[in-house]
C-alpha cells in the first residue's frame, strides 16, 4: 500500500470515529444524545488510536497536516513527500465526514440548529474572538507536537504508543479544547467543511467560511513551534524558523490580550 493510501485510510478512520461520536452526542433523536464533552473526547482520542494502529507501519500515520509540516521544518521528513501525505490527509478526512453523514441519515433533518449540523463537520468557537481562538489552536497543537516528539523519545512495549498518544489527545481536549473545539489538524476540520459544503444536507447553514482560516494557520504554527522548541530543548538542535514562528506566535498572544482587555 502507498503512503498516500495509507494517510487516507488513517484519516479517514479518524473523521469516521471521531466525527462519528459528536454526531452521537449532539444530533437529536441518537442513543447517545448529550452524553457530553468526556463521551467527545474519549472517542477523539480513541479515533487516533485506532488510526495508528491501522496505518502506523505503513506511513507513519502522521494524519495531520501540521503534523507532517512540522516534522519536515525539523528534518525529521522529507518535503518533497509533503504534498503527497497532505492530499492524502485532506481526501481522507472528507470522506470520512461523507461516512458519518449517510451513517446518521435520518438525524440530519431531526436536528433543527444548522450551527448544530456544522458542529459534527468541523470546529467552532465557544466564544468568538478572531485573536484569543487562534491562540487556542496555536497552543493546543504546540503541545500535541510537544508531546508527541516527547512520546517518540521514550522506549515503549511494542505496540503501545498509538495508546499514548490517544491519551494525549484526550489529555488536550479534556484541558484545552473546550475553547474551540480542539481541531489541531487542518485537515480534521477543512475537508469535513468542504463536506459540509457540498453535502445535501437536510436543514444545513452557513459553513462558517470566516472562521475556516483559524483551524488551518494555529495548528500549523502551534505544531512547528512545538516541534522546534523541543528539539531546541532536548537536543540542543536551534533552526531559525522557530524564532520566526515564535515572533508570529507572540504577536497573536500581543493581538490577543490588547483585544480583551478593550472590550472588558
Not at 438525524?107 to 465557544?126: C, E, I, M, N, R
Not at 452557513?206 to 472562521?211: L, N
Amino acid at each position: 500500500m502507498s503512503v498516500f493510501l495509507g494517510e487516507l485510510i488513517g484519516t479517514m478512520l479518524l473523521l469516521i470515529f471521531g466525527s462519528g461520536v459528536v454526531a452521537g452526542v449532539i444530533l437529536k433523536g441518537t442513543k447517545a444524545e448529550s452524553a457530553g464533552w468526556l463521551v467527545i473526547t474519549s472517542g477523539w482520542g480513541l479515533a487516533v488510536t485506532i488510526a495508528i494502529y491501522a496505518v502506523g507501519s505503513i506511513s507513519g500515520a502522521h494524519l495531520n497536516p501540521a503534523v507532517t509540516i512540522s516534522l519536515a521544518c525539523a528534518g525529521d521528513f522529507s518535503w518533497s513527500q509533503v504534498p503527497l501525505y497532505i492530499s492524502g490527509q485532506f481526501v481522507g478526512a472528507f470522506l470520512g465526514a461523507v461516512v458519518v453523514w449517510i451513517h446518521y441519515l435520518p438525524h440530519w433533518k431531526a436536528t433543527k440548529d444548522p450551527a448544530t449540523q456544522l458542529a459534527v463537520f468541523s470546529t467552532g468557537p465557544a466564544i468568538r474572538k478572531t485573536w484569543a481562538n487562534l491562540l487556542s489552536e496555536i497552543i493546543g497543537t504546540f503541545i500535541l507536537m510537544f508531546g508527541l516528539s516527547a512520546i517518540g523519545a521514550n522506549k515503549f512495549s511494542d505496540g503501545l504508543n498509538p495508546l499514548v498518544i490517544g491519551g494525549l489527545i484526550v489529555a488536550i481536549g479534556l484541558s484545552l479544547g473546550a475553547t474551540t473545539g480542539y481541531a489541531i489538524n487542518p485537515a480534521r476540520d477543512l475537508g469535513p467543511r468542504i463536506a459540509h459544503f457540498l453535502l445535501p444536507i437536510a436543514g444545513k447553514g452557513s459553513s462558517d467560511w470566516g472562521y475556516a482560516w483559524i483551524p488551518v494557520v494555529g495548528p500549523v504554527l502551534g505544531g512547528i513551534a512545538g516541534a522546534l522548541l523541543y528539539k531546541a530543548l532536548f537536543k540542543q538542535e536551534i533552526y531559525p524558523i522557530l524564532w520566526i514562528v515564535a515572533s508570529l506566535i507572540l504577536v497573536v498572544m500581543v493581538l490577543a490580550v490588547v483585544k480583551e482587555r478593550k472590550e472588558s
